[in-house]
């Protein structure tokens, strides 16, 4: 189709989308709805336990809370005496906080090819660093990775965050590798 004949058919009124025009008022929805519905303060009885297969968490701030907060998600980690998490990767970097306890955490660090199509592997052996009350540590997108209670008598207790940014873009890519004990 020629530059004149795209010109003529923009001019019809039969156009195929409204795109543009829902995209403002659904731009002014949010803006609307984020003002006067979206909780500024979350408050301790609004955070939501779960048994997860990464074990036992509270959620502090998570998409599905109607929070101002729209670009990470935060959790309480509970992780008992002598036990581990569960075992994961996911696509964005993870972040935590040593609230209580000590211990270590196992990555596995992706390897990874990408000529035709993205190739990933896994090493075969974790690095293993450890970690105690007060401590920040870092974890590395889509390392495989699993936080480890060292202490047998105290529970230790993390709180994670994660970016929700690089899932809004399309890498949604989250796999439970391995089931926290008992979940």
Same mark, same amino acid.
């Given at each position: 189709?020629? !530059? ?5 058919? #923009? ?13 403002? @008022?659904?731009?002014? /929805?949010?803006?609307?709805?984020? *003002?006067?519905?979206? @909780?500024? &303060?979350?408050?301790?009885? /609004?955070? %939501?336990?779960?048994?997860? =297969?990464?074990?036992?968490? @509270? ?13 990470? /998600? ?6 008992? =005496?002598?036990?581990?998490?569960? @075992?994961?990767?996911? %696509? ?27 190739? $990933?592997d896994w090493a075969k052996e974790p690095k293993k ?10 974890? =590395? ?7 480890? +209670?060292?202490?047998?008598? +105290?529970?230790?207790?993390?709180? &994670?965050? +994660?970016?929700?940014?690089? *899932? *809004?873009?399309? !890498?949604? $890519?989250? /796999?439970?590798?391995?089931? #926290?004990?008992? !979940?």
């Amino acid at each position: 189709m020629s !530059f004149p004949d795209e010109k003529a058919k #923009a001019r019809k009124t039969d156009l195929t989308c409204d795109f543009y025009s829902e995209g403002l @008022k659904e731009s002014a /929805d949010f803006r609307d709805t984020y *003002k006067r519905q979206r @909780k500024n &303060v979350v408050k301790a009885e /609004d955070m %939501l336990l779960e048994r997860s =297969p990464d074990g036992l968490i @509270k959620h502090i701030i998570h998409e599905k809370m109607d929070t101002m907060e729209c670009c990470i /998600d935060v959790y309480m980690q509970f992780i008992e =005496p002598g036990k581990a998490s569960g @075992k994961h990767r996911h %696509l964005t970097e993870e972040i935590f906080y040593v609230v209580e306890g000590q211990g270590y955490d196992l990555h596995w660090d992706v390897e990874f090819d990408c000529q035709d199509e993205f190739v $990933w592997d896994w090493a075969k052996e974790p690095k293993k660093f450890e970690w105690k009350q007060g401590d920040f540590v870092y974890v =590395p997108p889509y390392v495989i990775h699993q936080h480890h +209670n060292s202490d047998t008598g +105290n529970e230790a207790r993390i709180i &994670v965050i +994660n970016s929700r940014i690089i *899932k *809004k873009m399309g !890498f949604d $890519w989250f /796999d439970q590798i391995e089931n #926290a004990e008992g !979940f």
